[in-house]
């Protein structure tokens, strides 16, 4: 039995038909949480605690890195009440899908107004993402984050397949629509994983801007990046995530953010990305910054140029994302 499986697999590589789309996923499904994802995890952003049963804590104080925050800085954590959280069931009815719309303290006038659709990571769930979530909120942005299928609470317990992942993003895009207090000033963000999602949703339905932190590139250029040959794109996939070509002439406003020691998405990686989108347009890199949370992302380098980073964009490039009075 592995003789066949192997030389199907073999077959389907010469062919050009292996497709490897639907092995991005590492979740981590609130079933499988315990002791042994909380506790023995010796990477504080790692782990991974809360069970199907209890409430995620969005107010949680974090031993923030030194080069987070300036001296005397603070990250104003999200209060139960300014939280509502919903279940959406797939246009399949296959899934359903953990949601949070977290209202805005509506102390920046500009941003008050204004909601980001956070498309997170690859790793578990929203869960490890919640420190990120307090960064917008605390820049004054509304926000809606939800699990993919198979991550944190969302069912089934397994990952999405390739259609399902595009059609329950083209889905969360029409709810928050619903919900946004202004429905022109959605913004759709991306960390990593989250630029499948993300550029599915710009393109399907262009927002007032498209901010991309370390997103998804494509499934070649992820390859030939670990291995010393060079494959086209199709060779690998079927061209479901292929986010180099779904953006190229992308006519929206795109902040595209890079650390120069990413090795996930690399700079030279985005820069393909970023060479085919024809709207306003900013990369933003950030000098010896690495890919994630654990190991110093984006925003660890630095909240407060951050923040200012994306509201100077939108300020530029994006104006009908904010509100005037």
């Not at 030194?66 to 139960?80: A, D, H």
Request: charge should be negative; glycine fraction near 8%; aromatic fraction near 10%.
């Amino acid at each position: 039995m592995k003789l066949i499986t192997l030389i199907s697999a073999l077959m389907l590589i010469v062919s050009g038909c292996f497709d490897l789309d639907g092995f991005v996923h590492n979740p981590r499904h609130c079933s499988s949480v315990g002791t042994d994802t909380c506790e023995d995890e010796s990477e504080f952003w790692d782990k991974v605690c809360v069970p199907c049963e209890e409430a995620y804590d969005f107010g949680l104080t974090y031993p923030w890195m030194e080069s987070t925050l300036t001296e005397g800085q603070t990250v104003r954590s999200i209060p139960p009440e300014a939280i509502l959280q919903t279940t959406i069931t797939t246009t399949d009815g296959v899934g359903s899908l953990d949601a949070y719309f977290i209202e805005s303290h509506g102390e920046n006038v500009a941003l008050k107004d204004t909601t980001i659709i956070y498309n997170h990571g690859n790793y578990a769930g929203i869960e490890p993402y919640i420190p990120r979530l307090q960064f917008l909120y605390d820049a004054g942005y509304n926000i809606f984050v939800w699990d993919y299928r198979g991550y944190g609470k969302s069912l089934p317990d397994s990952a999405p397949s390739p259609s399902e992942f595009i059609a329950d993003a083209q889905q969360i895009r029409e709810h928050v629509k619903t919900i946004a207090p202004d429905p022109s000033k959605i913004i759709v963000y991306a960390f990593s994983l989250g630029g499948i999602p993300a550029v599915e949703m710009a393109v399907a339905d262009e927002p007032c801007a498209l901010l991309l932190e370390a997103p998804f590139t494509s499934m070649g250029l992820i390859a030939k990046g670990n291995s010393t040959l060079s494959f086209n794109d199709t060779f690998f996939s079927q061209g479901h995530f292929n986010n180099v070509r779904k953006l190229d002439g992308y006519t929206g406003a795109v902040l595209l953010m890079i650390g120069t020691n990413d090795i996930k998405f690399t700079l030279d990686d985005q820069r393909e990305v970023f060479r085919g989108i024809t709207g306003p347009k900013e990369l933003w890199t950030l000098d010896g910054v690495n890919h994630g949370i654990a190991n110093g992302g984006i925003p660890e380098a630095g909240l407060t140029a951050y923040q200012e980073k994306m509201q100077t964009f939108l300020e530029s490039n994006a104006s009908a994302c904010l509100s005037t009075n």
